[in-house]
């Protein structure tokens, strides 16, 4: 198991930036793969940005070339770089880790951080 909580989230204007972390509670260098998610109001959660073990990166269309995820071995963090942010982000982002390899509905996950875009 592992423990994810993440921080960073909050209100920006649109066209702004954050930066999303999460905190393991171990090692994350043997993790299979961690990501991003995310899940508006009325809607699923969705991905948002992945990263294998290996350290390829995989992002949803909507935020090719905005978005950047990142991780910290050494300090166990994954981040999520977010820039150019439009309303249409908002959302609760949630953090998982894939330690078992079945994928992220078998891992873990965070409380979740809320971003909000104004207009």
């Known amino acids: 198991q592992v423990q994810l909580v993440e921080s960073g989230g909050g209100l920006v204007q649109a066209g702004g930036s954050l930066r999303l972390s999460c905190a393991a509670s171990?090692?994350?260098?043997?993790?299979?793969?961690m990501g991003w998610y995310r899940q508006a109001p009325g809607k699923q959660r969705d991905m948002v940005a992945t990263?294998?073990?290996?350290?390829?990166?995989n992002y949803a269309d909507s935020v090719k070339g905005r978005f950047t995820i990142s991780r910290d071995i050494a300090d166990n963090t994954l981040y999520l770089r977010m820039n150019s942010l439009k309303p249409e982000d908002t959302a609760v982002y949630y953090c998982?880790?894939?330690?078992?390899?079945?994928?992220?509905?078998?891992?873990?996950w965070g409380q979740g951080t809320q971003v909000t875009v104004s207009s």
């Open positions: 990263i294998t073990r290996g350290g390829s990166t």
């Open positions: 171990r090692s994350i260098f043997s993790i299979n793969a």
């Open positions: 998982n880790a894939d330690f078992r390899g079945l994928g992220a509905d078998f891992g873990s």
